[in-house]
C-alpha cells in the first residue's frame, strides 16, 4: 500500500487532514472515502487495516480527520453531525478534482451513520458500506448522559469519551435529535452493505437490524462474530476489509481488459500511458515499471532489476544442485547484485574496451558447515550457472511484428 499525504479544505476554509492510500502496483480502478468514528481520527487500526485491504483490491482510499480531530484544524466543539457530513461532501469534492470520482463511501460507528447522510449529496456514490454504526445519530446521547443536564442548562461541558476530554455544546445535542433517519435509510438509491457483530458492546447488533430492515434493496448483511466495536482485533478489520472490497465487485466493476496470452515463453504489455508493464510467463503474473525520476510509477521492478534477479536466481539455484550432488552443508544462498553502466578504463582487467560498458556486481553468501576450498569451488560454479554464461555468449535476437498487428 502507498499512502500519500492530503489536506483540503471544508465549508469553513478549515484545513482537514488526510491520507490517501493507494494500491502498490497499479492506479486505483475506483476510490473511496473512509469515515472515521465519533471522536477517533484516520489512524485508528482498524481504519487502516480495512483500507489496506480495499487497495490491494484496487481501490483507492482516502481517509481522513474529521474537523477538530486528528491533525485536522477547527474546534471539536464547535461540529455537529451536519458539520460531519460536509466535511464528506468537501473530502468528495476534493477527490473529484484532483483524482477521481468518489464512487464508495465506507463508514465506522457514527462515522457509517454519516456517509449514508453524505450519500444523498455526492452524485456520483454507488455503494455504501456501514459498519458497527447505529441506527440514528442520536444513539451517541449515551456517550455524553452523565453531562447531557449541564450541557443543556449552560449549552457546554466537558465531556470523558474513551479517556479523553471533548467539549461538547448544545447545538451537538439538538442537532443529533432533530433527524428522521429511517426516512433517510428507506431513500437510499446506492446498493448497501451492512457490517456488525453481535458482540458489540457499544453498538448492538439491533441497530443493524433496523438498518437493514428500513433499507430498500440491493442490501446485504455481513456478521463480524466476534468482534468488539473497534474491531481492535486485526483479523477482523482485515476480515471486514476483504468482505467489502469483493461485495464492492458486484456494483463496481473492474474495467475488463484484454487478457494478456501467448504461445511463446513470456509475453509483456505496455500501455500509451507511463510505463506501467504486464509481463506473463507460464502460470505467473506481475508488473514491470520504471523508477518516478523517470516518468514510471515504480510499481514494479525495472527490466534491468529483472535482467539481474534472473542472474540472481539462477546463481543461488546452481549452487545449490552443485552443494546437494556433493552433499555439502549449503543451507542457504543470497546473492546480491547490482547492474552499472561504467567506464571500461576503471576496469583495467578488460582489454581494449572503450566507453562505457555493462557491469555486474555479484556478491554471494553461504550459510552452511563449509571449508574454505568448498566456498571456493562454489565461486566457480557460480560463473558457470546458465544465465551468466547466457549473458556472456554470443546472443541472437530476432525481432519482427506479429502477424496480424
Known amino acids: 500500500m502507498r499512502t500519500q499525504k492530503q489536506t483540503f479544505s471544508n465549508s469553513e476554509g478549515q484545513r482537514l487532514s488526510g491520507r490517501l492510500d493507494l494500491p502498490a502496483d ?50 471539536f466543539a464547535d461540529t455537529n453531525f451536519a458539520s460531519n457530513v460536509e466535511d464528506l461532501v468537501a473530502a468528495a469534492d476534493f477527490m473529484a478534482k484532483e483524482f477521481g470520482k468518489v464512487e464508495l463511501l465506507v463508514g465506522h460507528s457514527l462515522g457509517g451513520t454519516a456517509v449514508l447522510l453524505a450519500n444523498s449529496k455526492i452524485d456520483s456514490i454507488k455503494a455504501v458500506v456501514m459498519i458497527g454504526s447505529p441506527s440514528e445519530p442520536a444513539h451517541v446521547q449515551h456517550l455524553i448522559a452523565p453531562k447531557k443536564e449541564e450541557i443543556e442548562e449552560k449549552g457546554v461541558a466537558e465531556v470523558n469519551i474513551g479517556g479523553r476530554p471533548f467539549t461538547i455544546k448544545k447545538q451537538f445535542l439538538e442537532d443529533i435529535q432533530n433527524r428522521n433517519f429511517e426516512e433517510v435509510i428507506h431513500g437510499l438509491e446506492a446498493a448497501l452493505l451492512v457490517l456488525h457483530s453481535p458482540q458489540d458492546l457499544i453498538v448492538t447488533i439491533d441497530n443493524a437490524a433496523k438498518i437493514y430492515k428500513a433499507a430498500r434493496h440491493p442490501k446485504s448483511f455481513v456478521s463480524l462474530d466476534g468482534a468488539d466495536h473497534l474491531m481492535s ?26 487478457p494478456l496470452t501467448t504461445k511463446k515463453q513470456a509475453v509483456v504489455r505496455t500501455g ?44 543461488s539455484m546452481t549452487l545449490q544442485m552443485y552443494a546437494r550432488r556433493k552433499k555439502w552443508d549449503l543451507k542457504e544462498v543470497t546473492v546480491h547484485l547490482r547492474h552499472q553502466k561504467v567506464h571500461a578504463k576503471d576496469l583495467g582487467h578488460i582489454e581494449d574496451a572503450k566507453g562505457k560498458i555493462d557491469y555486474i556486481e555479484r556478491c554471494i553468501e553461504m550459510e552452511g558447515d563449509l571449508n574454505e576450498e568448498q566456498k571456493q569451488r562454489l565461486l566457480e560454479i557460480a560463473d558457470r550457472c546458465p544465465v551468466h554464461r547466457t549473458l556472456h555468449g554470443e546472443i541472437v535476437v530476432k525481432t519482427e511484428l506479429l502477424k496480424d498487428s
Not at 515504480?298 to 532489476?305: A, K, Q, R, V
Open 272 to 315: 500509451n500511458v507511463g510505463f506501467v508493464t504486464e509481463v506473463v510467463t507460464g502460470n505467473h503474473r506481475f508488473i514491470a515499471d520504471e523508477p518516478i525520476e523517470v516518468g514510471g510509477n515504480d510499481f514494479g521492478p525495472t527490466p534491468y532489476d529483472l535482467l539481474v534477479s534472473g542472474l540472481g536466481a539462477c546463481t
Open 233 to 258: 482485533d486485526k483479523e477482523d478489520s482485515f476480515y471486514a476489509g476483504e468482505m467489502i472490497a469483493c461485495w464492492v465487485g458486484r456494483y463496481i466493476p473492474r474495467p475488463k481488459e484484454n
Open 26 to 75: 497499479q492506479h486505483p480502478f475506483t476510490y473511496a472515502i473512509f469515515a472515521h468514528c465519533f471522536t477517533c481520527n484516520k489512524n485508528l487500526t482498524a481504519v487502516r487495516n480495512i483500507s489496506r485491504a480495499l487497495t490491494q483490491n484496487g481501490i483507492g482510499v482516502l481517509r481522513f480527520d474529521f474537523t477538530g480531530l486528528g491533525q485536522s484544524e477547527g474546534e
